[in-house]
């Protein structure tokens, strides 16, 4: 895996590595260590992927598995914010590589293709000595889509002839998360971000479900707020939800969420 020009520029640095237990486990293991980055890990397999809210993610060789560790920001508060910053950088770099248009954002940090689950990403912040440190871990299934999900889910590899490699994604990726970064100046940007983020969300203005830890809402996704909350219009008023699960397509009994 070979950083981009401006990433290399920026003084970024990358970590090979083979299969591991996950790659946000090992950044944290080398902010522990001392690590502040920006470093970028890479590991060829996963033993023990993570996704959000605590749920698998299965990581056979052939996608992306990656964590930036990075520090350029003061206040801990700004840190959610790196997910939309990552999530525009994915975008970005998915489009430039692949030439379609078929790449959208679903609240908070999916990345679908056509519609689909194609990849997510994993933020996480250690306060490390004083120092907040974020590990913003991203896997984007390249080679293969795990099979039994309970959501609709694809690969690049579906693409055929055009679809590009894990190396040549990170390096297109490397580069686009360095001028997001820019763009983010460590938390003065986000209004920036969040317009880029808005457009290329998926079912904005549309009516959607947002599961939470004990009900789901429904309403019409209006946008995100100005710290990246998604803003809800529901029949019993306007709800900003910090945390929660974007339900696409029509209430099922069981089954599919996108
Ligand atoms: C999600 O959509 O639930 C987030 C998935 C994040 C997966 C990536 S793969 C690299 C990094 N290491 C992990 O264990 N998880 C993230």
């Known amino acids: 895996m070979q950083l981009g020009s401006l990433a290399r520029a920026r003084g970024v640095r990358v970590l090979h590595l083979g299969e591991i237990d996950s790659t946000n ?44 560790v990075y520090s350029g920001f003061s206040e801990a508060r700004v840190a959610p914010e790196l997910g939309f910053v990552a999530g525009v950088a994915a975008i970005r770099a998915l489009r430039a590589v692949i030439g379609r248009d078929a790449f959208k954002l679903k609240w908070p940090n999916d990345l679908l293709f056509d519609g689909a689950k194609l990849g997510g990403i994993l933020l996480e912040c250690v306060n490390a000595s004083t120092l907040p440190t974020a590990i913003i871990g991203v896997g984007v299934n390249v080679a293969r889509a795990p099979e039994g999900l309970p959501y609709p889910a694809r690969a690049l590899s579906e693409l055929g002839a055009i679809a590009p490699t894990a190396e040549v994604l990170f390096l297109h990726f490397s580069d686009a998360l360095a001028d997001t970064l820019d763009l983010w100046k460590g938390g003065e940007g986000f209004a920036a971000i969040r317009t880029e983020w808005l457009a290329s969300a998926s079912a904005l203005g549309e009516d959607i479900r947002v599961a939470l830890s004990s009900e789901t809402l429904e309403g019409r996704f209006e946008t995100i707020d100005a710290t990246g909350r998604l803003v809800l219009e529901t029949a019993s008023g306007r709800r900003a939800i910090e945390a929660g699960d974007v339900l696409l397509g029509p209430r099922k009994t069981e089954g599919a969420r996108a």
């Open 25 to 68: 486990e090992e950044a944290r293991r080398l902010i522990e260590s001392g690590k502040r980055g920006p470093l970028w890990i890479v590991a060829s397999a996963q033993k023990n992927g993570r996704g959000r809210l605590g749920r698998e993610w299965i990581s056979p060789a052939g996608n992306l598995y990656t964590s930036f």
